[in-house]
């Protein structure tokens, strides 16, 4: 092949006894140049592989990737285009064959800049080429070669010369190595057709400063690159060079690390290892012994010879581990037990770690067996050091056999121990017995004397009856499983032993059967529990089933013809017999006399003690089948003398007579709130029918006294959720008139927390009018805190009640509720007159405080009165509510200079004062004045006994005006201010950006000939008006023509525009404008801009500013606030925070409680 002026030649030689050569045309650099060819190149071992028989050649040009066959006929197989590609970066290309899924075929890697894509070539069975994408690298560099080292590792030369091993399946950067020192030689002046005069393009000129095709190449895992002074070879090491690579280092935990990832096949770039995968793992392994016995050496070499023995146990720490680790992984226990253990038990803080690091080894059951010496050595050393516990562990997982049994057995008898001691007789020697009568010669005798077991003996209780429990299984203690053989002879055994007469070495005073007595006395529950998980494996063993009746007759003389056992263990006895007989193929025979003779034992009213638990017990054996062992009429007559009402209620359930159950709940008294759940549940939950939901409702209705009494809230919530049509059948039953009123306080009152709605009960007034009457006898106090939440109740009749019962207060609040004020009010009245004569003919033995109180409290009540209602009340109204409580106040003061004056006139001044205080705000000051000049008492001369009261109000009043004033200055300061910034930002000039006219684009000075006004907004553009007009720029409102910016609202038209447009509807102008009529066209000698005649417009940014001062400011309204001022001020009758002299009642801005004043000093303006 030949390359000349940008053209690709195939040279064709053919002999027929005279020399000659043609030539043909492959592309053509009319269509872009080629910088790059590489042709698939086969090795020996693959010359029969189906694609070399295509010749297949690829190129790269500055746009794209050719894939051409040149066999048996020229055709393109694949055209992949760049893209977009930065123009100095190097066009790379590279032929390989790989391993995709156990099939070989050639890939194709090509790059451009940071990016290879690599293109899978495959044959199909019609004998046509099909080129698949791969997945792409992404790198951070720009290549300039790229080549392939073998199937999984390529490696990359970027712009900075600098070689990046590639694991091309993980994409892994292995190892980078700077190649600057090379020099390496460019191919540039052929790129640039130096010698040829340069007639090449400069794209290609550019690519060539960083081409080096000519200068690398590779061969046999070996890669050439040509410097200026020499040539330099470079490989990947064999896995061998690598290892010893960090061992030269002495970098011996890397190095087993590499050696270990060689051996399992994980190694990135792994060179020399060759042959199956057997064999590759053998040479590892062998290297790696060496390694270890090495690094053993180096672990006793290193050793700190002096210093604490912390320092040394760490060193060994950090060292041995890795041994033992790699001694496992490579299956070599034979060199972890010989010659490491002997090398390391030279010194002996290095024996202690190795032995600690087989502990969680052997826990995991990774490590089974061990030498005898070893593992002698391993218990004596955690013995040494008191971690017994860690001995326990580690002996039920090891293979003892090789063991001195009776040493252990010793050991762990003396240690308690009790595990691994049953796991040493049962695995070292096959008995399964002894273990159970060591246990039992320690638990029996305080059983049997009836004493309370220590800690220890609790454990070793339970432990025996789980070993019980597995041996009866087929499992072995305490983990694993017995072996096949010997499972059936185990359980024979451990029957055989559980159903003794007697004990070994039983003393005459010995009662039968000691084991089975034993454990029912340490915990009959639990060893029933293993009898019943053991029955469950009796299927078809004539045998097991045998053992099965013989130790359920031993329980039953054991427990039956005892007295030492309580009612709840007899009880455990007989729910087991029950469940095993309800078994359907149920085996064992049971006398039902005995079932009689426990009813009789469980139910006997002579013994009071244990109630609970006696009923417990025959719940829990009725419930596990034994009711078929009893007569039901004499099971329910004995229950209901023995008062056991869940049995009752078991019972009667299972006859569907849900009526009586009531009872039950009714007469027991733990469980007698849980009624109103039950009816609640038979009244709501489907699945009964109506009689039986007729028959307990009934039952409710007959015990309804009894359901308010419990609990009142429940009662009349389940009256209102099921039968609220009935509540008035409900209120005649009950009699009992302080029921009737908790129950209604709990159906009416929504305080007390009844989950109905109010309005679903179908209630009349009479109800609601009945439960306040019932009120005003047993809860006075809380008359009016009630009204004001209930709802459902007549006016007039609830006055006439309280009237009833001289509830004055609720007479004169349900007096203001009907709108009669003045009637309320002299109600208060005539309550406070009477508390101020008690008060004055009061001696000095009285309770003072107690009346001064009630006085106090009368005056308040009466003053909130007038103040809720003055609001709404004309003057002269006003003033017959608070001139007479002012001359109520002040009647006992005009007895001070009688014969008997009162005791306490401070208090009443006091008082009085405060009744001032609060009618300043609705009666006029000289009204006041004026009308205590006019009492005959004080218009004769005696103002000096109300002097003090006279005095405060002007101090008052001076103390408002003062108030007033500085207020007022103030909010006249900041509105000045306020005004002042927005007429500044409103009459501010506006600047035009340009010239011209933004929709026309011409100079607005050039269009003399029509009179048209030129429009100038805030934003700085500039139009005709005329253009605008066209635009339909204009909104007509209020009669007026606003203009809009064009330019502004098309950019905005999606959201902003209809936002403007919504605004300028609501009243707010969206931008500035300002208009130039064209006899006044701005220029350079003389620029005059007049403004338009038409009201000033804001434009966004004003709008959101003034929007945010209002909002900062935001209150009461200014010019209300100035209005009112203004009034009060040109007054000759102002009063501080008074109300309107005389028609229609006025609400003043200050008499509202949400009135605030936010005071701020004043800014400060710049001139």
């Given at each position: 092949?030949?390359?000349?002026?940008?053209?690709?030649?195939?040279?064709?030689?053919?002999?027929?006894?005279?020399?000659?050569?043609?030539?043909?045309?492959?592309?053509?650099?009319?269509?872009?140049?080629?910088?790059?060819?590489?042709?698939?190149?086969?090795?020996?071992?693959?010359?029969?592989?189906?694609?070399?028989?295509?010749?297949?050649l690829a190129m790269a040009s500055l746009t794209k990737i050719l894939v051409i066959g040149l066999k048996p006929s020229l055709k393109v197989w694949m055209t992949f285009p760049y893209g977009r590609m930065d123009p100095s970066s190097v066009p790379l290309l590279a032929w390989h064959f790989v391993a995709v899924h156990n099939y070989v075929n050639p890939m194709l890697a090509f790059c451009r800049g940071d990016v290879v894509h690599f293109l899978l070539v495959k044959r199909d069975e019609s004998g046509a080429i099909h080129v698949t994408k791969q997945k792409h690298l992404h790198l951070y560099y720009d290549l300039i070669n790229f080549t392939w080292i073998n199937s999984r590792t390529v490696v990359l030369l970027d712009s900075v010369e600098k070689l990046h091993v590639i694991d091309r399946q993980t994409q892994e950067e292995l190892e980078t190595v700077e190649i600057s020192e090379v020099q390496l030689v460019y191919n540039s002046s052929h790129f640039k057709s130096l010698a040829t005069g340069g007639n090449v393009s400069q794209a290609l000129a550019l690519v060539g400063e960083k081409a080096c095709y000519q200068s690398i190449s590779s061969y046999g895992g070996q890669i050439f690159y040509l410097g200026t002074k020499s040539v330099y070879v470079m490989m990947l090491r064999s896995w061998r060079e690598r290892v010893d690579?960090?061992?030269?280092?002495?970098?011996?935990?890397?190095?087993?690390?590499?050696?270990?990832?060689?051996?399992?096949?994980?190694?990135?770039?792994?060179?020399?290892?060759?042959?199956?995968?057997?064999?590759?793992?053998?040479?590892?392994?062998?290297?790696?012994?060496?390694?270890?016995?090495?690094?053993?050496?180096?672990?006793?070499?290193?050793?700190?010879?002096?210093?604490?023995?912390?320092?040394?146990?760490?060193?060994?720490?950090?060292?041995?581990?890795?041994?033992?680790?790699?001694?496992l992984l490579l299956q070599r226990k034979d060199l972890l037990f010989s010659q490491m253990y002997d090398k390391l038990s030279e010194n002996s803080v290095a024996k202690g770690v190795f032995l600690e690091c087989l502990e969680p080894y052997i826990l995991s059951d990774k490590l089974v067996g061990m030498t005898p010496q070893v593992m002698k050595d391993l218990i004596v050393h955690f013995q040494d050091k008191k971690l017994m516990e860690n001995v326990e562990a580690l002996i039920v997982h090891m293979d003892i056999t090789s063991l001195d049994i009776q040493q252990v057995v010793l050991m762990c008898w003396e240690n308690r121990l009790y595990d691994a001691m049953i796991y040493v007789y049962n695995r070292g020697m096959n008995e399964f017995i002894s273990p159970m009568e060591k246990l039992f010669r320690v638990i029996a005798p305080p059983l049997n004397a009836g004493r309370t077991l220590t800690d220890e003996q609790v454990v070793m209780g339970n432990k025996l009856l789980v070993y019980i429990s597995c041996c009866l299984a087929g499992r072995a203690y305490p983990l694993g499983d017995i072996p096949e053989d010997l499972v059936?002879?185990?359980?024979?055994?451990?029957?055989?032993?559980?159903?003794?007469?007697?004990?070994?070495?039983?003393?005459?005073?010995?009662?039968?059967?000691?084991?089975?007595?034993?454990?029912?006395?340490?915990?009959?529950?639990?060893?029933?529990?293993?009898?019943?998980?053991?029955?469950?494996?009796?299927?078809?063993?004539?045998?097991?089933?045998?053992?099965?009746?013989?130790?359920?007759?031993?329980?039953?003389?054991?427990?039956?013809?005892?007295?030492?056992?309580?009612?709840?263990q007899v009880g455990c006895l007989f729910t087991f017999l029950a469940r095993q007989l309800a078994k359907p193929d149920n085996t064992l025979f049971v006398n039902r006399?005995?079932?009689?003779?426990?009813?009789?034992?469980?139910?006997?009213?002579?013994?009071?003690?244990?109630?609970?638990?006696?009923?417990?017990?025959?719940?829990?054996?009725?419930?596990?089948?034994?009711?078929?062992?009893?007569?039901?009429?004499?099971?329910?007559?004995?229950?209901?003398?023995?008062?056991?009402?869940?049995?009752?209620?078991?019972?009667?359930?299972?006859?569907?007579?849900?009526?009586?159950?009531?009872?039950?709940?009714?007469?027991?008294?733990?469980?007698?709130?849980?009624?109103?759940?039950?009816?609640?549940?038979?009244?709501?939950?489907?699945?009964?029918?109506?009689?039986?939901?007729?028959?307990?409702?009934?039952?409710?209705?007959?015990?309804?006294?009894?359901?308010?009494?419990?609990?009142?809230?429940?009662?009349?919530?389940?009256?209102?959720?099921h039968f609220s049509e009935q509540i008035e059948t409900v209120i005649k039953k009950l009699q009992n008139q302080v029921l009737l009123f908790k129950f209604l306080r709990s159906l009416l009152d929504p305080r007390e927390g009844i989950h109905v709605n109010?309005?679903?009960?179908?209630?009349?007034?009479?109800?609601?009018?009945?439960?306040?009457?019932?009120?005003?006898?047993?809860?006075?106090?809380?008359?009016?805190?009630?009204?004001?939440?209930?709802?459902?109740?007549?006016?007039?009749?609830?006055?006439?009640?309280?009237?009833?019962?001289q509830l004055h207060e609720v007479t004169a609040y349900l007096l203001e509720k009907k709108g009669d004020i003045h009637g309320a009010f002299l109600i208060m009245l005539k309550r406070l007159q009477s508390k101020l004569q008690e008060i004055t003919h009061q001696d000095e033995k009285s309770k003072e405080d107690l009346s001064l109180k009630d006085v106090e409290d009368t005056m308040v009540e009466t003053i909130a009165l007038c103040q809720r209602n003055s609001h709404n009340l004309n003057q002269q109204q006003r003033e017959a509510l608070w001139f007479p409580l002012l001359e109520a106040m002040m009647a006992p003061q005009k007895l001070s200079g009688s014969a008997a004056p009162h005791l306490h006139p401070e208090a009443l001044k006091s008082l009085t004062m405060q009744v001032l205080n609060s009618m300043a705000a609705f009666i006029a000051l000289p009204s006041i004045l004026q009308r205590i000049l006019q009492d005959p008492v004080y218009g004769k001369g005696k103002l000096g006994e109300i002097q003090g009261l006279i005095l405060g109000m002007l101090d008052t009043f001076n103390y408002e005006q003062t108030l007033l004033e500085t207020t007022t200055s103030l909010l006249n300061q900041d509105l000045h201010w306020s005004l002042c910034n927005l007429r500044a930002s409103v009459t501010r000039g506006l600047n035009p950006k340009q010239d011209y006219c933004s929709i026309c684009l011409q100079q607005y000075k050039r269009?003399?000939?029509?009179?048209?006004?030129?429009?100038?907004?805030?934003?700085?553009?500039?139009?005709?008006?005329?253009?605008?007009?066209?635009?339909?720029?204009?909104?007509?409102t209020e009669g007026q023509t606003r203009w809009t910016c064009y330019k502004c609202s098309s950019s905005n038209k999606g959201g902003k525009l209809s936002e403007n447009s919504s605004e300028i509807k609501k009243g707010k102008t969206t931008s500035s404008q300002v208009k130039m009529s064209p006899s006044c066209h701005p220029s350079k000698g003389d620029s005059t801009v007049k403004k338009a005649a038409s009201e000033p417009v804001l434009d966004p940014q004003q709008i959101q500013a003034f929007d945010q001062l209002c909002r900062l400011y935001r209150g009461s309204s200014r010019l209300a606030l100035l209005t009112e001022l203004s009034q009060n001020r040109s007054s000759e009758t102002y009063r501080p925070f008074s109300g309107s002299q005389s028609g229609s009642a006025f609400s003043s801005i200050f008499q509202n409680e949400n009135f605030q004043l936010q005071l701020i000093p004043p800014p400060v303006t710049e001139d």
């Amino acid at each position: 092949m030949l390359i000349l002026q940008e053209q690709l030649y195939c040279i064709l030689r053919r002999v027929m006894g005279v020399r000659t050569c043609e030539s043909r045309c492959l592309f053509s650099g009319s269509k872009g140049e080629v910088c790059c060819i590489e042709p698939l190149h086969s090795k020996p071992e693959l010359k029969d592989h189906p694609i070399t028989q295509f010749s297949l050649l690829a190129m790269a040009s500055l746009t794209k990737i050719l894939v051409i066959g040149l066999k048996p006929s020229l055709k393109v197989w694949m055209t992949f285009p760049y893209g977009r590609m930065d123009p100095s970066s190097v066009p790379l290309l590279a032929w390989h064959f790989v391993a995709v899924h156990n099939y070989v075929n050639p890939m194709l890697a090509f790059c451009r800049g940071d990016v290879v894509h690599f293109l899978l070539v495959k044959r199909d069975e019609s004998g046509a080429i099909h080129v698949t994408k791969q997945k792409h690298l992404h790198l951070y560099y720009d290549l300039i070669n790229f080549t392939w080292i073998n199937s999984r590792t390529v490696v990359l030369l970027d712009s900075v010369e600098k070689l990046h091993v590639i694991d091309r399946q993980t994409q892994e950067e292995l190892e980078t190595v700077e190649i600057s020192e090379v020099q390496l030689v460019y191919n540039s002046s052929h790129f640039k057709s130096l010698a040829t005069g340069g007639n090449v393009s400069q794209a290609l000129a550019l690519v060539g400063e960083k081409a080096c095709y000519q200068s690398i190449s590779s061969y046999g895992g070996q890669i050439f690159y040509l410097g200026t002074k020499s040539v330099y070879v470079m490989m990947l090491r064999s896995w061998r060079e690598r290892v010893d690579h960090l061992l030269k280092q002495d970098c011996l935990t890397e190095a087993l690390a590499l050696a270990w990832s060689f051996h399992e096949g994980k190694a990135k770039a792994v060179v020399g290892l060759s042959g199956d995968a057997s064999k590759r793992k053998a040479v590892v392994a062998d290297r790696m012994v060496e390694i270890l016995f090495h690094y053993a050496d180096r672990a006793l070499k290193k050793c700190p010879d002096q210093g604490k023995i912390q320092v040394m146990e760490q060193h060994f720490q950090d060292m041995v581990p890795v041994i033992v680790d790699y001694c496992l992984l490579l299956q070599r226990k034979d060199l972890l037990f010989s010659q490491m253990y002997d090398k390391l038990s030279e010194n002996s803080v290095a024996k202690g770690v190795f032995l600690e690091c087989l502990e969680p080894y052997i826990l995991s059951d990774k490590l089974v067996g061990m030498t005898p010496q070893v593992m002698k050595d391993l218990i004596v050393h955690f013995q040494d050091k008191k971690l017994m516990e860690n001995v326990e562990a580690l002996i039920v997982h090891m293979d003892i056999t090789s063991l001195d049994i009776q040493q252990v057995v010793l050991m762990c008898w003396e240690n308690r121990l009790y595990d691994a001691m049953i796991y040493v007789y049962n695995r070292g020697m096959n008995e399964f017995i002894s273990p159970m009568e060591k246990l039992f010669r320690v638990i029996a005798p305080p059983l049997n004397a009836g004493r309370t077991l220590t800690d220890e003996q609790v454990v070793m209780g339970n432990k025996l009856l789980v070993y019980i429990s597995c041996c009866l299984a087929g499992r072995a203690y305490p983990l694993g499983d017995i072996p096949e053989d010997l499972v059936p002879v185990v359980k024979n055994q451990v029957f055989e032993f559980l159903i003794r007469l007697h004990s070994a070495e039983a003393s005459p005073e010995e009662e039968i059967y000691p084991y089975v007595r034993t454990l029912l006395h340490f915990d009959t529950r639990e060893f029933l529990n293993v009898l019943a998980l053991t029955f469950e494996d009796f299927k078809n063993d004539k045998q097991a089933v045998e053992y099965q009746q013989r130790i359920v007759d031993i329980l039953l003389k054991v427990m039956v013809e005892n007295s030492d056992f309580t009612p709840s263990q007899v009880g455990c006895l007989f729910t087991f017999l029950a469940r095993q007989l309800a078994k359907p193929d149920n085996t064992l025979f049971v006398n039902r006399t005995l079932f009689d003779q426990v009813l009789e034992f469980l139910c006997s009213p002579d013994d009071d003690s244990r109630h609970s638990e006696r009923q417990q017990v025959l719940l829990e054996l009725l419930q596990a089948g034994g009711i078929v062992q009893f007569e039901e009429s004499r099971l329910i007559r004995m229950a209901e003398k023995a008062e056991f009402y869940q049995i009752c209620e078991f019972m009667y359930e299972r006859e569907h007579q849900y009526d009586k159950i009531i009872d039950c709940y009714l007469r027991d008294p733990l469980r007698e709130e849980e009624v109103f759940n039950y009816i609640h549940n038979i009244l709501s939950i489907p699945g009964h029918s109506a009689e039986e939901k007729q028959s307990v409702w009934q039952k409710a209705m007959d015990h309804i006294e009894e359901l308010v009494s419990l609990r009142p809230c429940k009662a009349a919530e389940l009256v209102a959720t099921h039968f609220s049509e009935q509540i008035e059948t409900v209120i005649k039953k009950l009699q009992n008139q302080v029921l009737l009123f908790k129950f209604l306080r709990s159906l009416l009152d929504p305080r007390e927390g009844i989950h109905v709605n109010q309005e679903l009960l179908q209630m009349s007034p009479c109800v609601t009018e009945q439960f306040i009457e019932l009120l005003c006898q047993f809860s006075p106090n809380q008359v009016i805190e009630t009204l004001q939440v209930l709802e459902c109740y007549r006016l007039e009749e609830t006055i006439q009640i309280t009237q009833k019962y001289q509830l004055h207060e609720v007479t004169a609040y349900l007096l203001e509720k009907k709108g009669d004020i003045h009637g309320a009010f002299l109600i208060m009245l005539k309550r406070l007159q009477s508390k101020l004569q008690e008060i004055t003919h009061q001696d000095e033995k009285s309770k003072e405080d107690l009346s001064l109180k009630d006085v106090e409290d009368t005056m308040v009540e009466t003053i909130a009165l007038c103040q809720r209602n003055s609001h709404n009340l004309n003057q002269q109204q006003r003033e017959a509510l608070w001139f007479p409580l002012l001359e109520a106040m002040m009647a006992p003061q005009k007895l001070s200079g009688s014969a008997a004056p009162h005791l306490h006139p401070e208090a009443l001044k006091s008082l009085t004062m405060q009744v001032l205080n609060s009618m300043a705000a609705f009666i006029a000051l000289p009204s006041i004045l004026q009308r205590i000049l006019q009492d005959p008492v004080y218009g004769k001369g005696k103002l000096g006994e109300i002097q003090g009261l006279i005095l405060g109000m002007l101090d008052t009043f001076n103390y408002e005006q003062t108030l007033l004033e500085t207020t007022t200055s103030l909010l006249n300061q900041d509105l000045h201010w306020s005004l002042c910034n927005l007429r500044a930002s409103v009459t501010r000039g506006l600047n035009p950006k340009q010239d011209y006219c933004s929709i026309c684009l011409q100079q607005y000075k050039r269009r003399q000939e029509m009179a048209d006004e030129i429009i100038v907004f805030s934003c700085g553009h500039l139009y005709h008006s005329f253009c605008l007009q066209n635009k339909e720029c204009t909104i007509e409102t209020e009669g007026q023509t606003r203009w809009t910016c064009y330019k502004c609202s098309s950019s905005n038209k999606g959201g902003k525009l209809s936002e403007n447009s919504s605004e300028i509807k609501k009243g707010k102008t969206t931008s500035s404008q300002v208009k130039m009529s064209p006899s006044c066209h701005p220029s350079k000698g003389d620029s005059t801009v007049k403004k338009a005649a038409s009201e000033p417009v804001l434009d966004p940014q004003q709008i959101q500013a003034f929007d945010q001062l209002c909002r900062l400011y935001r209150g009461s309204s200014r010019l209300a606030l100035l209005t009112e001022l203004s009034q009060n001020r040109s007054s000759e009758t102002y009063r501080p925070f008074s109300g309107s002299q005389s028609g229609s009642a006025f609400s003043s801005i200050f008499q509202n409680e949400n009135f605030q004043l936010q005071l701020i000093p004043p800014p400060v303006t710049e001139d």
